[in-house]
């Protein structure tokens, strides 16, 4: 699943290349720096994880994933690769902030490339920019016999065009080559869903700085998609203005107390912002996933699995298994891939997943 097929853009503006080198490195642009991970032979059942590494960027390079000064992302990348030791050009970008739509669909049973054919004829009325202002791609899930005959059951997903390149025009500026533009959801359930039991849906939930993705997988298959525009920037931003420090002391404040309730009096001013914006996020996840299981009775969901910066946050993890009353897990990025010589298991595990988008990326290529 692909916003940007490479067979769809013929008018060399994005996604290059028909051929790939057996290595290509997923990019995962985030508002507060860029992560990379590089992979080889992704399309073999068992991947190797190569190298990874990440840089900070500059405030307002990226704003909620998409790049404003593209000169300056640009640099970082270079950056990136030089620090980084990447040796493929090959890359891999993500979409998955405010300017992409997923919704459920249903369609008369046609071919995948009819159907897609037919997709601006079908949902303009579902869009806030014209058609020729966004990129279309259809995910179908199921079959189902409507009142004129069989139909497919799937996800529309629409992305506006510009902020997919301004992305891809400051990868080309470093020099690298984007072979592949993928839903940052999609990339996630690759990395949570490769070698793992199926014992019923699996939600899985990635708390961004300014997104939030859910999305519901049945044996590897996304079966629900939603984007909640709220992360853990929000946060940030919450303390920053109700008690006038800086960016840097909120985001100490946030790793030292956590969600909870402190009985230091110079803390509880800030224990209660945390409270307050956390538990509105914490209840449109709740709200997202009753909604699910309550449209899909016959789908039994058995875990969360979380992953994102936002959601390191002490207590989040247990406060939404206690909402959803489903047992909360993170991503394991070891099982997904063999680790490379010179990769150390402890010292990946102790990023605590904060790779996961990025090797998704890159395990979604297709070589």
């Not at 994005?14 to 507060?32: K, L, S």
């Not at 307002?60 to 690769?81: F, I």
């Not at 519901?216 to 984007?227: I, S």
């Not at 009753?290 to 207590?315: K, M």
Request: glycine share 10%; charged share 20%; proline share 4%.
């Amino acid at each position: 699943m692909a916003i940007c097929r490479l067979s769809d853009w013929h008018d060399g503006t994005a996604c290059e290349g028909e051929a790939m080198t057996t290595n290509v490195v997923g990019i995962d642009i985030g508002t507060a720096g860029l992560r990379a991970v590089e992979v080889s032979d992704a399309d073999k059942a068992r991947p190797t994880l190569v190298r990874y590494h990440e840089v900070r960027l500059l405030d307002g390079a990226v704003n909620r994933g998409e790049v404003v000064e593209p000169n300056t992302v640009a640099a970082a990348l270079r950056s990136l690769w030089s620090v980084g030791g990447f040796k493929s050009k090959n890359v891999v970008l993500g979409m998955g902030n405010h300017r992409v739509l997923a919704r459920d669909l249903t369609v008369p049973k046609l071919s995948i490339a009819r159907i897609r054919e037919s997709l601006p004829f079908q949902v303009q009325d579902m869009l806030s920019v014209p058609v020729a202002d966004a990129l279309l791609d259809f995910y179908p899930i199921s079959e189902s016999e409507g009142q004129t005959g069989p139909e497919i059951n799937g996800l529309l997903i629409a992305a506006v065009k510009d902020a997919v390149l301004s992305n891809v025009k400051a990868v080309q500026l470093a020099g690298l080559t984007p072979v592949e533009v993928d839903l940052i959801p999609f990339a996630l359930s690759r990395v949570i869903n490769r070698g793992a039991k199926a014992d019923g849906a699996v939600v899985q939930i990635d708390v961004g700085v300014a997104t939030t993705t859910v999305a519901v997988t049945l044996a590897g298959v996304p079966q629900f998609l939603r984007l909640i525009p709220a992360g853990g920037g929000d946060l940030t931003q919450a303390l920053v203005l109700r008690l006038g420090i800086t960016a840097d002391d909120a985001d100490a404040l946030k790793r030292s107390l956590g969600l909870g309730v402190s009985t230091d009096p110079e803390s509880q001013a800030a224990a209660t912002v945390i409270s307050e914006v956390t538990n509105e996020l914490l209840n449109s996840l709740r709200n997202t996933v009753n909604y699910f299981t309550n449209t899909r009775p016959s789908i039994l969901v058995t875990r969360i699995v979380l992953t994102g910066g936002g959601a390191q946050l002490g207590g989040f993890a247990a406060a939404l298994g206690e909402l959803t009353r489903l047992p909360v897990f993170a991503a394991n990025l070891s099982a997904a891939v063999t680790l490379g010589r010179g990769v150390d298991a402890d010292a990946l595990e102790q990023t605590r997943g904060v790779f996961s988008v990025a090797l998704g990326l890159a395990l979604g290529s297709r070589a």
